[in-house]
């Protein structure tokens, strides 16, 4: 028996409904293959900032270093501005922990079909490896005159050699574990200076996966070839601000960012790596109990294969697509009338 | 009996062929309407670049400054880096005539399918307005260290007042003058300082246009939002980098980027305005004569418009919605078997 102590952050809102599902299934699948889970739970949230002043105490990042995974449910409430929320949370613990992939899993499943027409179940299957920790979205810059007429806004995006060979190195050992195709998300005719140096390095860190066949994509030429025709791609690896749109586009791509999945990885394992699904905290359904699961159970799944249980992990993926094309429970966002619990559970009949 | 001079620069591959075609198209439906155009050409491409080391002549933009409009069919070439290739024409027009506005309208027409399924013709009709001379694309930036380990690429976005109000005056008229309705892409909760700014003068621009009723959207969840229900949305204003994304996800939305039409505008008319198909030079195809009008003919359709003359206009457009709508004829690229002088001339037929 191994035991893995994890971090639990809910969050806000539906973050608060989903995290017990993934918990539950992170239980239950766990235990069938020898591992055990303990839980610390925090309450860092909107709700924390209200009565505190703070999304998460001063030490926050110390509280969670020795834990062996952090599962984040979601977090923002309207009462907080957005970078409040983010900056106050969210972003300082990809930045400390170094958590410089962010992963997420595209996959059309039977049993939900997908707003693009040749996305067919089965055939969409793709990762896109986004780059977490420097890129566009930057601290350095700020603004000028402000007020006046001759105001203006600055923002930095910074590219080191170091970021993108370690992310592009990431991105071709996972398409040489996959199907070996590889694009590369750029801009080099229209961004000057940056741009041309990120294919520089992926070019350069190609050379070292000969059986990968890959190709640079301007990010809008890229962006239309997904919707016209999404079968194609295997990995995808993009600057933090390319992967950011091309993850919400491919989600939607197969069917909307409800059910979609997010791993912030430190692959080094320094420092623990936070899982959180993609949807945001859905105030407007909060609070109901009828918050769709799978983008959380999804999560959990990316947390057992990072901790070493793959075949675990492989369970879990294999029992949401069985529920999905199988049965008819699932929540009101998907057109059922089941709420969050008796959908896990029903995921969990076929795991 | 108006007189325009247009400068027409044809370009690399298919500009050749679509060139034709849209003049074809202003000869015809002008000399209906009273209006008579005459042209210069010239052979700014990349072909000159190999025989003359210079995409255009260094006073190349005296050379077309007092032209009405500029008629640009598409640039780039694989044996030209894109950067030397954009930077030496495109480029450098969009900013030495202040063509802040870059204009793409989409639409969904009957007989041309999209790839995604709620995007029923009749349905989609959007104008994306790029903001075209700042923002992203900027010629700040460079590298540190270059070929040592702790290299660096720089990139400053720069978002002026002056910018950020004068296009989202361009987009909030233009929806006064349209269905109402205007989302302005974003990124406030993640690139800290220049988004917020780009939000506050939007939001101070909508209060001067109260019958438009707007929204902001970030980016990643308007990409998916595009293909999620595209139905929805009537002008989408966004910075440099997000309009640029965001025309070519939307074109593809409406069944790829072979008809889309843009127009870099100058609205104050201090210099001549470019038209330019979205598409490029296509080399695969090249020399073939078998190229898709249409981008080149509706572009032709937003110079009619700029020039003032807004029903012959409305007839191009017509024309094209018609000939798809009831006409077998059209290029390969859309399955038909036609050549480009063809379908020009069956696009004329329903003028
Ligand atoms: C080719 C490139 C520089 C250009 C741009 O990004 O402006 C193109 O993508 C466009 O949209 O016109
Ligand atoms: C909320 C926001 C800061 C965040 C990001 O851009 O990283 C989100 O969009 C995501 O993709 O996780």
Chains 1, 2 share one sequence.
């Not at 995974?69 to 409430?77: M, S």
């Not at 398409?175 to 294919?199: C, E, Q, Y």
Request: charged fraction near 20%; aromatic fraction near 8%.
């Amino acid at each position: 028996m191994v035991t893995h102590r994890i971090a639990l952050i809910p969050g806000d809102g539906i973050g608060q409904e989903v995290t017990p599902a993934a918990r539950h299934v992170l239980d239950t699948v766990g235990a069938r293959h020898g591992v055990h889970f303990t839980y610390d739970e925090f309450d860092w949230s909107c709700a924390r900032y209200h009565e505190t002043g703070a999304m998460m105490p001063a030490d926050g990042l110390e509280q969670i270093r020795q834990h062996d995974a952090i599962f984040l449910g979601a977090v923002g409430d309207p009462s907080v501005p957005d970078h409040v929320s983010l900056w106050g949370l969210l972003i300082p613990i990809r930045r400390g922990f170094r958590q410089y992939v962010n992963l997420r899993p595209v996959k059309v499943f039977e049993g939900l079909p997908s707003p693009v027409r040749t996305a067919l179940p089965g055939q969409v299957d793709l990762v896109v490896v986004r780059e977490n920790v420097e890129g566009e979205y930057g601290e350095v810059g700020g603004r000028l005159h402000r007020g006046f007429p001759e105001e203006m806004a600055v923002q930095e995006a910074v590219f080191t050699r170091a970021g993108v060979t370690r992310i592009a190195e990431y991105a071709f050992t996972l398409a040489d574990n996959r199907r070996g195709v590889l694009t590369s998300a750029t801009k080099s005719n229209g961004i000057v200076h940056t741009m041309p140096f990120w294919d520089e390095i992926v070019a350069e860190v190609a050379t070292s996966h000969p059986d990968v066949t890959w190709r640079a994509e301007h990010i809008d030429a890229l962006a239309a070839k997904l919707v016209l025709d999404p079968t194609r791609f295997d990995v995808i690896v993009g600057s933090n601000l390319f992967g950011d749109i091309l993850s919400d586009l491919t989600a939607a791509v197969a069917g909307g960012i409800g059910i979609a999945p997010a791993a912030n990885l430190n692959p080094e394992r320094e420092f623990p790596s936070m899982f959180e699904p993609v949807h945001g905290s859905a105030p407007d359904i909060a609070g109901r109990g009828i918050a769709n699961p799978l983008g959380a159970i999804w999560t959990a799944a990316l947390l057992l294969d990072h901790l070493g249980h793959a075949e675990a992990a492989a369970e879990v993926e294999h029992a949401i697509a069985a529920c999905l094309a199988k049965s008819p429970v699932r929540t009101p966002d998907l057109g059922g009338t089941a709420n969050t619990v008796e959908f896990t559970k029903a995921v969990l009949e076929f795991a």
